[in-house]
């Protein structure tokens, strides 16, 4: 299809999306070592993450998520650098993806809220919107939940000046379903963003809980599945359709992650313009 323009800023594309190009990753983690070293978890790659902003922009994508276990470093240069790629291309970094930590655990809550709270100072150096935080690995007990909250409420007023918005999504045993995600940001009061995520709930009540949260959100990791025999569109476009009944009008993050197209660029294209096709048919209708 023909892409329209009028569309480009409702996309964007996560670097997971492209874990085969990078290759390598780069496991930051509480406790662990500030420099860790390369690890080829998925094979050498074929790209490093500062020529992607060029990348992007060539393939029509003006948003870009970056998982932080594809930072090969945090040092300053580097993170400036990188900015400047961005920059360059005329790419927006639209969310740093803090992947690791959990905040609900009473034995790793503090000293993992202090080591999330280390990624503000690279997240605000990047140019990020947004940094999004794992709420929480726990089982979603009252308890749990409220000390997820305080930390997060500590996060949020750390990075209350600097531009930069704190944002959570549905995933991990925190936050199994909308009564869990409505908690947490309403005990934040508007101090923290959600970003919606199709691939994260399964089962017959996924559409239902999915719907009771996207109206709340301001981001979508918008996940398709596949199959042996290729994309799964019904339910893509039902993720989608319901979205956009919910209101959202947020950027939708194309996730790819699957082997069925041999090029990951091939898969994210194809996601991106099923959207565009349900999107075109709602502002027609």
Same mark, same amino acid.
């Given at each position: 299809?023909?892409?329209a323009?009028?569309?480009?800023?409702?996309?964007?594309?996560?670097?997971?999306?492209?874990?085969r190009?990078?290759?390598?990753?780069?496991l930051?983690?509480?406790?662990?070592?500030?420099?860790?070293?390369?690890?080829?978890?998925?094979?050498?790659?074929s790209?490093?993450?500062?020529?992607?902003?060029?990348?992007f922009?060539?393939?029509?994508?003006?948003?870009?998520e970056?998982?932080?276990f594809?930072?090969?470093?945090?040092?300053?240069?580097y993170?400036?650098?990188?900015?400047?790629?961005?920059e360059?291309?005329?790419v927006?970094?639209?969310?740093?993806?803090?992947?690791?930590?959990?905040?609900?655990n009473?034995?790793t809550?503090?000293?993992?809220?202090d080591?999330?709270?280390?990624?503000?100072?690279?997240a605000?150096t990047? +140019?990020?919107?947004?940094?999004?935080?794992i709420? =929480? @690995?726990?089982?979603?007990?009252?308890?749990?939940?409220? *000390? #997820? $909250?305080?930390?997060?409420?500590?996060l949020?007023e750390?990075?209350a000046s600097?531009?930069?918005?704190?944002?959570?999504?549905n995933?991990?045993?925190?936050?199994?379903?909308?009564?869990?995600?409505?908690?947490?940001?309403?005990?934040?009061?508007?101090?923290?963003?959600?970003? +919606?995520?199709?691939?994260?709930?399964?089962?017959? =009540? @996924?559409?239902?809980?999915l719907?009771?949260?996207?109206? *709340? #959100? $301001?981001?979508?990791?918008?996940?398709?599945?596949?199959?042996?025999?290729?994309?799964d569109?019904?339910?893509?476009?039902?993720?989608?359709?319901?979205?956009?009944a919910?209101?959202?009008k947020?950027?939708?993050?194309?996730?790819?992650d699957?082997?069925?197209?041999?090029?990951?660029?091939?898969?994210i294209?194809?996601?991106?313009?099923?959207?565009?096709s349900?999107?075109?048919k709602?502002?027609?209708?």
């Amino acid at each position: 299809m023909t892409f329209a323009r009028d569309l480009m800023d409702r996309f964007a594309v996560s670097t997971w999306s492209l874990h085969r190009a990078l290759g390598g990753t780069y496991l930051y983690k509480p406790g662990g070592t500030k420099t860790p070293a390369r690890q080829p978890t998925y094979g050498e790659g074929s790209v490093e993450l500062i020529d992607l902003p060029a990348q992007f922009a060539e393939h029509g994508i003006f948003r870009m998520e970056i998982c932080s276990f594809h930072l090969p470093s945090r040092s300053a240069a580097y993170i400036g650098d990188l900015r400047k790629a961005f920059e360059r291309a005329g790419v927006k970094i639209q969310t740093l993806l803090v992947e690791d930590g959990d905040i609900s655990n009473p034995e790793t809550a503090e000293r993992d809220a202090d080591w999330m709270a280390g990624w503000i100072e690279v997240a605000v150096t990047l +140019g990020a919107e947004n940094m999004r935080v794992i709420a =929480g @690995k726990e089982q979603p007990t009252d308890e749990a939940l409220s *000390r #997820a $909250e305080t930390y997060l409420r500590q996060l949020s007023e750390q990075l209350a000046s600097t531009g930069v918005r704190l944002v959570i999504e549905n995933w991990f045993s925190l936050l199994p379903g909308p009564v869990e995600v409505n908690r947490v940001l309403d005990a934040l009061d508007g101090k923290l963003g959600l970003n +919606g995520d199709f691939g994260n709930w399964h089962g017959t =009540g @996924k559409y239902a809980d999915l719907a009771k949260i996207m109206g *709340r #959100a $301001e981001l979508c990791h918008a996940k398709a599945h596949y199959s042996e025999t290729g994309l799964d569109a019904e339910d893509y476009i039902r993720c989608v359709e319901l979205s956009v009944a919910a209101g959202y009008k947020g950027p939708f993050t194309l996730i790819y992650d699957s082997s069925f197209h041999d090029n990951e660029w091939s898969g994210i294209l194809e996601e991106r313009d099923c959207i565009a096709s349900v999107l075109s048919k709602a502002a027609a209708a």
